[in-house]
DNA sequence: GAGTAAATACGAAGTTTTTAGTTTTTCAAA
DNA sequence: TTTGAAAAACTAAAAACTTCGTATTTACTC
């Protein structure tokens, strides 16, 4: 074996399912496969191994329900965006998430409300740390 | 063809190479290959199969000097942080680049003083805007 | 020009990811 | 109790990623 891999992110396709089993709390195979777009083909089959490959990397747990399996995240949405972004200021922003948000902020297509909105957050957090 | 794939992000290991680069400047394979870590084993043969495959996608370009390619990125490393914070934003934040930053602020690590550092550059992003 | 050391081009092997077909199991209805 | 439909389990193959070996080319030296 060559190196542990990366068990700790999530493929794009295992993320695309992740959100949904976010939203719909927990779901059964079909009640994912039912939620994606209608453009999107993909087998029965297909939507159930990665549904057991996110089993197995312990991103969902399964019980049985009547004839079928019903999948319920391990983790939060929040804890996972957490991580995430953490991955991102590691390997983009060299480590430094200030630089990650400086970023943002930079970014022209970010509306007058939606930079309010940041500093109200920020304030927030500030006056309750030292409040 | 199943369908076109995502050739707009870099993986893993062209992400590794292309930080060397933008640190650089340019650079040549045994240049990039220096600046990895001592433990990065990995053949010469190897990081010049990954250069060759970032100038097919486009992200560098070379030029012969000498014997050996210079390589030279043709994004700058700000454009493509802007263009990862795109992706992120969609795929895990509903297209919300707001909660992402949210997310950002409550997460407990981050020190009062990035918190601070945070708030000047939205008020002068916005003071750039009304003023 | 021949020798040689370094770099490149090409491509293939090994893995992981993505997709789906086939077989088996399950459960309920006839 | 048999049967039929839906789901699960198993299997596998195509695509993408990572890695590196071999053969060739390049530039320099004698």
Do not use: C
Not at 14 to 25: K, R, T, V
Not at 64 to 89: C, E, I, M, N, W
Not at 91 to 108: E, G, T, Y
Not at 111 to 120: F, H, K, M, S
């Amino acid at each position: 074996m060559r190196k542990k891999k990366n068990n700790e992110l999530l493929t794009e396709v295992e993320l695309e399912f992740m959100n949904e089993l976010w939203a719909l709390g927990e779901g059964t195979v079909r009640d994912v496969l039912d939620r994606l777009p209608e453009d999107r083909d993909l087998a029965y089959t297909s939507a159930a191994t990665i549904l057991r490959i996110l089993e197995q990397k312990e991103f969902v747990t399964s019980r049985k329900d009547g004839k079928s399996h019903v999948f319920k995240p391990t983790l939060g949405k929040d804890a996972y965006q957490t991580r995430s972004l953490k991955d991102l200021s590691m390997k983009l922003f060299d480590d430094a998430p200030v630089s990650l948000v400086a970023r943002l902020v930079n970014d022209d297509e970010l509306t007058d409300e939606a930079l309010g909105t940041i500093r109200a957050l920020v304030d927030r957090r500030l006056k309750n740390d030292t409040g």
